[in-house]
Antibody
Framework: EVQLLESGGGLVQPGGSLRLSCAAS????????ITWVRQAPGKGLEWVST????????YYADSVKGRFTISRDDSKNTLYLQMNSLRAEDTAVYYC?????????????????WGKGTAVTVSS | EIVLTQSPGTLSLSPGERATLSCRAS???????LAWYQQKPGQAPRLLIY???SRATGIPDRFSGSGSGTDFTLTISRLEPEDFAVYYC?????????FGGGTKVEIK
């Protein structure tokens, strides 16, 4: 079964750090770009970051640029999101998703497999 | 940054009725880069449509997408009870992904 499973969420104080993980199974992880999307309580979806399939290119939303770092370990089929200098507005459920875009050969841009999400709460 | 505006914010309909959801972009979007997702409470989003009009694997044919340029539409031909949810459009452009604010389809 094709699956993504996020972990690492929790309660953290403002200014603190957290590292999220996303474990993939059932498909060739290294062949896909992977994206983080978040959803604040009661709000819509917000793109956070994407890493290309070889890890050579990373992309960030302005709201997290300079604070968050996306990375991947294809030997472990795992994606990471290192979140530093966390703010209250980073409170959200964070989803990882398999992404068909972001490559020079990409014709479509969409995310077809999503994890169940991990909740991050930034509060004192 | 391309802004996607979805309307209406909420659509109140009965099962069996037709739903028409709009997604308008602040600049022209390549049809290949426009997707639609469905999200139910407590669940992750689910891909419905990619490339503006192609149904994702396993999506019933009552869901259809259309449009080009700045105006895109998701149509649900006859609402089933399981279709009541929030729907988001999404586009890629300029190394950025953006989502619309969502349309909630609720039972009237």
């Amino acid at each position: 079964e094709v699956q993504l499973l996020e972990s690492g969420g929790g309660l953290v104080q403002p200014g603190g750090s957290l590292r999220l993980s996303c474990a993939a199974s059932g498909f060739t992880f290294s062949s896909y770009a992977i994206t983080w999307v978040r959803q604040a309580p009661g709000k819509g979806l917000e793109w956070v970051s994407t890493i290309s399939r070889n890890g050579g290119s990373t992309y960030y939303a302005d709201s997290v640029k300079g604070r968050f770092t996306i990375s991947r370990d294809d030997s472990k089929n795992t994606l990471y999101l290192q979140m530093n200098s966390l703010r209250a507005e980073d409170t959200a459920v964070y989803y990882c998703a398999r992404d068909w875009g972001w490559e020079p050969s990409s014709y479509y841009y969409y995310m077809d497999v999503w994890g169940k999400g991990t909740a991050v709460t930034v509060s004192s | 940054e391309i802004v996607l505006t979805q309307s209406p914010g909420t659509l109140s309909l009965s099962p069996g009725e037709r739903a028409t959801l709009s997604c308008r972009a602040s600049q022209s979007v390549s049809s290949s880069y426009l997707a639609w997702y469905q999200q139910k409470p407590g669940q992750a989003p689910r891909l419905l449509i990619y490339g503006a009009s192609s149904r994702a694997t396993g999506i019933p044919d009552r869901f259809s997408g259309s449009g080009s340029g700045t105006d895109f539409t998701l149509t649900i031909s006859r609402l089933e009870p399981e279709d009541f949810a929030v729907y988001y459009c999404q586009q890629y452009g300029g190394s950025l992904l953006t989502f619309g604010g969502g349309t909630k389809v609720e039972i009237k």
